[in-house]
């Protein structure tokens, strides 16, 4: 568990510098240059990324079960999910669904966190899946009180939408019949 606490921590470490210390942000870009900043935040974050791969996987080995999801919570899991890859789509796709939502990553990672707490409970999950939700959720919050930055991505067009949406659904597909067994051990489909 602790491999997977320390990539949560760098992790969510580096993407939490602008809800705690924007300034200090701004200022360390300013004095490093953007260039240096995001080698140094891609860096942090891919060690991270590992760290939650690996530890995730070695706790997985002995979970330390906290509750056992009721088996209709599955579905809901399920459902849940849906959205989640059309608002990714949507986040580089700019179009009326990311007007919608304002910051359509942000409500795909607080779905997907929440649909995963909902048919995972070991302490592993809850602290992977939590933390995101968490995470979030403050970042969402702070969002309020900062400007949001740009998001790189495809000019604004109606078009966006049914690419967000065809690509979404495609995607979902994808996982639910065979790319989530293939990457985690787990069929979502019984």
Not at 80 to 93: G, S
Request: cysteine-free; proline content about 8%; charged content about 10%.
């Amino acid at each position: 568990m602790p491999i997977l606490i320390l990539g949560l921590i760098l992790f969510l470490g580096v993407h939490s510098v602008s809800i705690v210390a924007p300034g200090w942000r701004d200022a360390t870009i300013a004095r490093w240059g953007e260039g240096r900043w995001k080698g140094l935040y891609a860096l942090t974050s891919a060690a991270g990324f590992a760290l939650l791969i690996i530890g995730y996987g070695l706790a997985r080995q002995h979970p330390i079960v906290l509750y056992t999801p009721p088996a209709a919570l599955h579905y809901a899991t399920l459902l849940l999910m849906l959205p989640v890859f059309v608002l990714l789509f949507a986040a580089y796709f700019p179009g009326r669904i990311k007007s919608a939502t304002q910051h359509p990553m942000l409500m795909a990672t607080k779905l997907w966190a929440l649909a995963h707490l909902l048919s995972n409970g070991t302490a592993a999950d809850v602290l992977l899946f939590g933390g995101f939700l968490v995470w979030a959720a403050a970042d969402r919050l702070s969002l309020k009180r900062r400007p949001a930055r740009a998001v790189p991505g495809a000019p604004p067009r109606p078009a966006n939408d049914a690419i967000a949406i065809v690509g979404g659904l495609v995607l979902y597909a994808a996982f639910i019949y065979g790319v989530h067994r293939w990457l985690f051990g787990v069929a979502p489909l019984p």
